[in-house]
Nanobody
Framework: VQLQASGGGLVQAGGSLRLSCAAS????????MGWFRQAPGKEREFVAAVSGGRGSIYYTNSVKGRFTISRDNAKNTVYLEMINLKPEDTAVYYC???????????????????WGQGTQVTVSS
């Protein structure tokens, strides 16, 4: 299984980026897809996720209203649209997958068996 994240870059505060994660999962639609990030010197944190099946969504509070997660099951791809970026959003962003089709409140604490390589997002002030 491979998860390939892309779309990171350098933007000014207030700018936008769209991250993509392509997954080589045969039953992609049954997998929860999550985005995590890790800033220098900090622990990895959950950002957002969308479940398999019904596509329930969960965001961490700090990105609500600014980030939008979506998935295209026909393309085996999950997206993270980020607007109004802030310097504190600077981090390496990782996508992850776990076979799960349940309710959204489980999404932040799933095991996430598969991980991508990460893409750097840098927001300058």
């Amino acid at each position: 299984v491979q998860l390939q994240a892309s779309g990171g870059g350098l933007v000014q505060a207030g700018g936008s980026l769209r991250l993509s994660c392509a997954a080589s999962l045969r039953t992609f639609s049954s997998y929860a897809m999550g985005w995590f990030r890790q800033a220098p010197g900090k622990e990895r944190e959950f950002v957002a996720a969308v479940s398999g099946g019904r596509g329930s969504i969960y965001y961490t509070n700090s990105v609500k209203g600014r980030f939008t997660i979506s998935r295209d099951n026909a393309k085996n791809t999950v997206y993270l649209e980020m607007i109004n970026l802030k310097p504190e959003d600077t981090a390496v962003y990782y996508c992850a997958a776990d076979r799960f089709e349940g309710d959204s409140y489980w999404l932040p604490i799933l095991k996430y068996d598969y991980w991508g390589q990460g893409t750097q997002v840098t927001v300058s002030s």
